[in-house]
C-alpha cells in the first residue's frame, strides 16, 4: 500500500508519527530513536520541565529551559530526522512554549486537548509547520475558518484522533463509556471528504487505538495519509519513561483499562489502580503545590493534581499516579526496540 505523506516540505521516509505522550513519556530519546527509523518523532512539552531543580519553585522557567533543551538533544540525536513538539491548548503559557519550539527550530507542532485558535500567529515569519488535533469534522471546519480569517492560513495537516486514544479525549463520557463515540475511520473518511469537496491538499493522519498493520491499513483505506500512534512506543527500551511504568502497560488487562475526568475538563483513559479507585470513589487527594499547568485549574476545587499524578507514574510509583493509556494497551505483551517496531509496522505500506 504505498502512501507518500508530506507535511508542507516535510517528506518523512514512513508515514508513521509518533505521538507525544507527557509527562515525561515520549522526550528526546524516544523521538529521536523514531525520527531516525524515518517517522516522525514528536516531544511532549507537557510539564517537561519536572526534572529541573527549581521546577516547583518557578515552573515556568524549568519547563522554558527543559523545552530548549530537549528539543537540542533530539536533533542533536537525529540530525537528518523530523522532530516535532506536541502542546496542549490547555497549558498555561501555551504561547510561550510555542516562542520557544520556534526559537530552536522544531519542525512540527501539534496541538490538541483544545483548539489551537491561536497558533498561526504565534508561529509567522517562521518554517514551522502547524497540525491540529480534532475528533469531528465541526472541530477541523472550526479550526480552518478561524484560522483562514485571521491568519489566511490553513493546517499543514491534520490529525483525526478517535475515541481509542489515550490521554485526554475530544468525546463525552458517555458515549466513551457507552462505546457510541464516532469510529476513528468515520471521521476521517468524513473529514478526507469534506477536504476533497474544497479542493484543499492536506494530508489527514489517522490517530487512536491503532496497534496493528491491521489498524494501519483501515485507517489509510478510509482516506488518510499516514497514522500516528502512541501507546506502542511506551513498550520500547528507548521510551523515556521509567521501566515501572512500561510495565504497567505490559500487566495491563482489558478490564482494567477506564474512563475517567481529567482536571483538564475532558475525560481520559487510564489504567485502573489504586490511585484512580481513590479518585473515582470522590475522594479528594491533598494537593500541597500548585505547578501552575492548566489555564481552568482552581486548586481548593480540582480532585487531584494532574501534574503529580503523572509525574508519579512516569518515575515509577504507578500505584500512587495517574497512568494513561490508549484502549489497546493490554495487547501489548513483551519490550521491543523501537527499530523492531517500526520494522514491523513499515509492512503495512508494503
Request: charge should be neutral; proline fraction near 4%; glycine fraction near 8%.
Amino acid at each position: 500500500m504505498k502512501v507518500n505523506l508530506k507535511i508542507g516540505d516535510l517528506k518523512p521516509k514512513l508515514p508513521i508519527i509518533q505521538g507525544g505522550m507527557g509527562v515525561g513519556v515520549s522526550l528526546s530519546s524516544l523521538a529521536s530513536s523514531v525520527a531516525n527509523c524515518g517517522g516522525i518523532g514528536i516531544i511532549s512539552g507537557a510539564q517537561i520541565g519536572f526534572r529541573e531543580e527549581d521546577f516547583a519553585k518557578n515552573p515556568l522557567e524549568a519547563n522554558k529551559r527543559a523545552l530548549a533543551k530537549e528539543i537540542r538533544k533530539a536533533k542533536e540525536l537525529a540530525p537528518n530526522g523530523i522532530i516535532g513538539l506536541n502542546l496542549m491548548v490547555a497549558m498555561q503559557n501555551y504561547d510561550e512554549f510555542v516562542k520557544v519550539a520556534v526559537k530552536e527550530k522544531i519542525d512540527l507542532i501539534i496541538s490538541g486537548a483544545g483548539l489551537p485558535m491561536d497558533l498561526p500567529e504565534l508561529v509567522k515569519g517562521s518554517s514551522v509547520k502547524i497540525v491540529p488535533i480534532v475528533s469531528s469534522l465541526r472541530a477541523a471546519k472550526l479550526i480552518m475558518r478561524r484560522w483562514m480569517k485571521k491568519s489566511l492560513r490553513l493546517p499543514d495537516a491534520i490529525v483525526v484522533e478517535g475515541p481509542l486514544a489515550g490521554g485526554h479525549l475530544g468525546f463525552l463520557k458517555e458515549d466513551l463509556v457507552d462505546d457510541t463515540s464516532q469510529s476513528l475511520t468515520e471521521i476521517v473518511s468524513e473529514v478526507v471528504d469534506h477536504l476533497k469537496k474544497e479542493k484543499l491538499d492536506i494530508p489527514v493522519i489517522g490517530a487512536g487505538g491503532i496497534h496493528s498493520v491491521s489498524d494501519i491499513k483501515e485507517v489509510i483505506e478510509a482516506g488518510a495519509s499516514g497514522v500516528q500512534i502512541a501507546t506502542r512506543f511506551v513498550a520500547t527500551h528507548e521510551c523515556d519513561a521509567s521501566d515501572e511504568f512500561k510495565q504497567a502497560y505490559l500487566n495491563s488487562r482489558k478490564e482494567d483499562i477506564k474512563i475517567m475526568m481529567s482536571p483538564v475538563g475532558l475525560p481520559g483513559r487510564a489504567i485502573e489502580n489504586e490511585f484512580l479507585k481513590k479518585v473515582e470513589m470522590g475522594n479528594k487527594v491533598k494537593i500541597d503545590k500548585c505547578y501552575k499547568c492548566i489555564r481552568k485549574c482552581n486548586p481548593a476545587e480540582t480532585p487531584f493534581c494532574i501534574t503529580k499524578a503523572l509525574v508519579d507514574s512516569v518515575e515509577g510509583r504507578t500505584e500512587d499516579g495517574l497512568v494513561f493509556v490508549g484502549a489497546k494497551a493490554y495487547m501489548l505483551d513483551r519490550m521491543v526496540s523501537v527499530k523492531e517496531l517500526m520494522k514491523e509496522l513499515e509492512q503495512a505500506f508494503v
